[in-house]
């Protein structure tokens, strides 16, 4: 089976730029796309195929995808954008998801 | 504005089956440009894909479920179900059911609407 990993946790200072990452075998030949999820809600698409953000997502979020790693970009984070991030890419004919990351911002 | 709404009972007897069903409106399930999909979050835990599936009745599975799980199709009343066989109290979890959007033969696939999720427990 596929696996895509992820850091369980990292933290990020208002106003800084938090990178998450996610990595797997050859992961750049495939689509990645993020979700957040913030405590009590379900997830929420914010980056498909790499790097194309869905309406009504804000700018500061972005997506790069190449060698073995996905990076989820957000510039200019803010207090509400904490919350758990996961990836997710399709293999095989399943989907698979990282284990997530919770992004704390302070 | 398209919405997913979760339906079932929130407790479910070991070895017993777990019955879901999810509502879709503002959009048809009969669409070839979306497939249907059930993800679970077992409590503090990520994401796990239970399977999809297609109006034209393709469906593509976990293979760690596959054997438990059946998905299924109404499309008089706009709905999908999922079906989760012999249950243990690993089955306990947040089910969501989500829209997805991408061709699976390109690579490129991924949920763009969630329903809002319910939790079942698995206990006697």
């Known amino acids: 089976s596929y696996d895509l990993t992820q850091p369980p946790s990292m933290s990020v200072s208002p106003g800084q730029t938090a990178s998450i990452t996610c990595s797997g075998d050859?992961?750049?030949?495939?689509?990645v796309c993020w979700y957040q999820q913030k405590p009590g809600q379900s997830p929420v698409l914010v980056i498909y195929?790499?790097?194309k953000r869905p309406s009504g997502i804000p700018e500061r979020f972005s997506g790069s995808n190449s060698g073995n790693t996905a990076t989820l970009t957000i510039s200019g984070t803010q207090s509400m954008d904490e919350g758990d991030y996961f990836c997710?890419?399709?293999?095989?004919?399943?989907?698979?998801f990282g284990g997530g990351t919770k992004l704390t911002v302070l | 504005q398209v919405q997913l709404q979760e339906s079932g009972p929130g407790l479910v007897k070991p070895s017993e089956t777990l019955s879901l069903a999810c509502t879709v409106s503002?959009?048809?399930?009969?669409?070839?440009?979306?497939?249907c999909v059930w993800i679970r979050q077992p409590p503090g835990k990520g994401l796990e894909w239970i399977g999809s599936?297609?109006?034209?009745?393709?469906?593509f599975y976990n293979p760690s479920l596959k054997s438990r799980v059946t998905l299924s199709l109404d499309t008089s009343q706009n709905q999908f179900s999922l079906e989760l066989s012999s249950v243990t109290a690993a089955d306990t979890a947040i089910y969501y059911c989500?829209?997805?959007?991408?061709?699976?033969?390109?690579?490129?696939?991924?949920?763009?609407?969630w329903g809002k999720g319910t939790t079942v427990a698995v206990s006697s």
């Open positions: 989500a829209r997805a959007k991408g061709i699976p033969a390109g690579g490129n696939y991924y949920m763009d609407v």
């Open positions: 503002g959009a048809s399930i009969s669409s070839s440009s979306y497939s």
């Open positions: 599936m297609y109006y034209t009745g393709s469906t």
């Open positions: 050859k992961l750049g030949y495939k689509y």
């Open positions: 195929e790499d790097n």
């Open positions: 997710q890419a399709w293999d095989s004919s399943t989907v698979v």
